[in-house]
Nanobody, 123 residues
């Protein structure tokens, strides 16, 4: 079993920045992907940004150039730097992990989900 502990989030004005962090623990030796999904009210959950153990990344097209995912050397902690934020970024953000290849992550949602953290961008 995998445990995901997230921190960060909150409220920011349009154009502002926030940082999310997530640490995975437990049976993670075969974990391949660690990153973030989000769900806005009335919308389906969507990928935001993920990192594979091999160093590959995937971003939602709507956050490219504004959000950056990074990780610590042990690859069990990831950070999401969110810059130039917009009201449409408002959502509950979930730290997620998967044992599947990163190439399948958008069509096959991750197996493990942490508790969500609210991110609100005010206009």
């Amino acid at each position: 079993h995998v445990q995901l502990q997230a921190s960060g989030g909150g409220t920011v004005q349009t154009g502002g920045s926030l940082r999310l962090s997530c640490t995975a623990s437990g049976k993670i030796w075969d974990m391949n992907v660690l990153g973030w999904y989000r769900q806005a009210p009335g919308n389906q959950r969507e990928l935001v940004a993920v990192f594979s153990r091999g160093g590959s990344t995937r971003y939602n097209y709507s956050v490219k150039g504004r959000f950056t995912i990074s990780r610590d050397n042990d690859a069990n902690t990831v950070h999401l730097e969110m810059n130039n934020m917009m009201p449409e970024d408002t959502a509950v953000y979930y730290c997620t992990s998967s044992f599947r290849p990163i190439t399948t992550i958008e069509s096959n949602p991750p197996e493990y989900w942490g508790q969500g953290t609210q991110v609100t961008v005010s206009s």
